[in-house]
């Protein structure tokens, strides 16, 4: 299977912990992103690299959260402190940047529940 | 602000008919546009795109149609199958990497 994959598939912590989420892309693909999807909503971006350059952050990305794609490969998303509004469906996609418009293939999300 | 809008939360199709799901948007620079289907327990799978200096894009039963002065798209498809049973969203791009998605409509097919 060479899609891409998200470790853990469910995470639920209590209220003030720290979690990571790792998001292995299509291994020839260029560009990564992070939505965060709530119940009765579409996803919404949240961040962005091109190889291992964070390019842009949405507001939605408070101080608490920080994501790193350090080799320009697979990238984590830290959540600092976390809140019970911080559930929700986490999910990474990828895509190959090329002329004109570059589609963007995503992996199964990671549900996190802050109890 | 949702920029880009799906009213309709779910639809029940017979199977062999056709479904008709919409979208509508509110900024007339999008250039991209594309519908996603979600099963559950499943990330995003993309159907089709559609350039926004084209009004119409066919992949076998799935259809999208633009609508440039109204803001609406829709997806068609034809003949509906239970396997098509899902969440679609429509999603919309300016520029090269930031989707905006709707709210999704969940698509019922009956047998």
């Known amino acids: 299977d060479t899609g891409v994959s998200q470790n853990p598939r469910h995470k639920i912590t209590k209220r003030g912990q720290n979690v990571t989420f790792r998001c292995d892309p299509i291994?020839?693909?260029?560009?990564l992103y992070w939505y965060r999807q709530t119940l009765g909503q579409g996803p919404e971006f949240l961040t962005y690299?091109?190889?291992?350059?964070?390019?842009?952050k949405s507001r939605l990305l408070s101080d608490r959260f920080s994501a790193e794609r350090p080799k320009g490969s697979f990238s984590t998303l830290e959540i600092q402190r976390t809140e019970q509004g911080d559930s929700a469906m986490y999910l990474c996609?990828?895509?190959?940047?090329?002329?004109?418009?570059?589609?963007?293939?995503f992996g199964p999300g990671t549900r996190l529940t802050v109890l | 602000d949702q920029q880009v809008k799906q009213n309709s939360p779910s639809l029940s199709v017979q199977e062999g008919r056709i479904s008709i799901l919409n979208c509508d948007y509110t900024?007339?620079?999008?250039?991209?546009f594309l519908w996603y289907k979600k099963y559950p327990a499943e990330g995003p799978t993309f159907l089709i795109s559609?350039?926004?200096?084209?009004d119409k894009n066919e992949d076998g039963r799935f259809t999208v149609f633009l609508n440039k002065s109204a803001k609406h798209l829709s997806l068609h498809i034809v003949p509906s199958q239970p396997g098509d049973s899902a969440v679609y969203f429509c999603?919309?791009?300016?520029?090269?990497?930031?989707?905006?998605f709707g709210t999704g409509t969940r698509l019922k097919v009956l047998a």
């Open positions: 999603a919309a791009i300016k520029g090269t990497y930031k989707y905006i």
């Open positions: 291994s020839e693909h260029n560009r």
């Open positions: 559609i350039s926004s200096i084209k």
């Open positions: 996609a990828s895509s190959l940047a090329r002329q004109g418009q570059d589609t963007q293939y």
């Open positions: 690299f091109q190889n291992e350059a964070q390019l842009e």
């Open positions: 900024n007339s620079m999008f250039d991209y």
